[in-house]
Structures are given as C-alpha cells and as structure tokens.
C-alpha cells in the first residue's frame, strides 16, 4: 500500500495550496475508505485536520475551519486538502491517511484510528 502526498511548498501568508494524497495498492476499492489529514509542526504532536468518512461527510477542525476543505475523487483514488488563506501557523509536515470502514462509521480524527500513512509533505507559509 502507498499514499503519495504532494502539493506542499512554500507559500506565503493568504495564498493558498491544494495537498493531494493518491492511494495505490490498497486491498479494497478507494471508496471504501474513510481518509484524514493531520499535521505536525515541528515541536508538537500530530494533529487532526480534516477527515472524510466512507460516505464522504466532512470534518474540520476548527482551528482551519472556513479555510481549509477536504474531498476525494474515488475514481482517482485521491483525497485533496484544500487551504486558503493560509497562515504562518499553518507550517507543518502534512499527512494522509486512509482506513477501511463500513458505511455508517463516524468520522475518524485520531491517528490512531488509521490503517494506512503516506510520508507527508511539507508546508511551510511565511509572513
């Protein structure tokens, strides 16, 4: 199983990035998946962002609520972090996840929760 998470870079402070995390040999179909993103600024923990369960209902947390949007494409088996207005604080290796889930199953937001990680990609927003 991979997830290729691409999209960091730098930016500056009010522009605006896309993360993408593509899942390749995964043992079910992509739709099946509940997916995250977290981060971990350096220093700290890592921390839930946003998450997406099996029936794509969303959530964010709060501290990027309003600029950040999370959605997948199953048929290109992606999950998209999309940030706007972004913020020095933002700066953060960023992480995807995936997990199996039946249909009904709440939306995940710890880590731990998670079968499957990508490396990350680097976000880093000067001011």
């Known amino acids: 199983v991979q997830l290729q998470a691409s999209g960091g870079g730098l930016a500056r402070a009010g522009e605006s990035l896309r993360l993408s995390c593509t899942a390749s040999?995964?043992?079910?179909?992509?739709?099946?998946?509940?997916a995250g993103w977290f981060r971990q600024a350096p220093g700290k923990d890592r921390e839930f962002v946003a998450a997406?369960?099996?029936?794509?209902?969303?959530e964010i947390t709060d501290s990027v609520k309003g600029r950040v949007t999370i959605s997948a494409d199953n048929a290109k088996k992606t999950v998209y972090l999309q940030m706007d207005s972004l913020k020095p604080e933002d700066t953060a290796v960023y992480y995807c996840?995936?997990?199996?889930?039946?249909?009904?199953?709440?939306?995940?937001?710890?880590?731990?929760?998670?079968?499957?990680w990508g490396r990350g990609t680097l976000v880093t927003v000067s001011s």
């Open positions: 996840a995936v997990k199996s889930t039946i249909l009904t199953y709440p939306v995940l937001t710890r880590p731990d929760q998670y079968d499957y």
């Open positions: 040999g995964l043992p079910e179909t992509f739709s099946r998946y509940a």
């Open positions: 997406l369960t099996r029936a794509r209902s969303t």
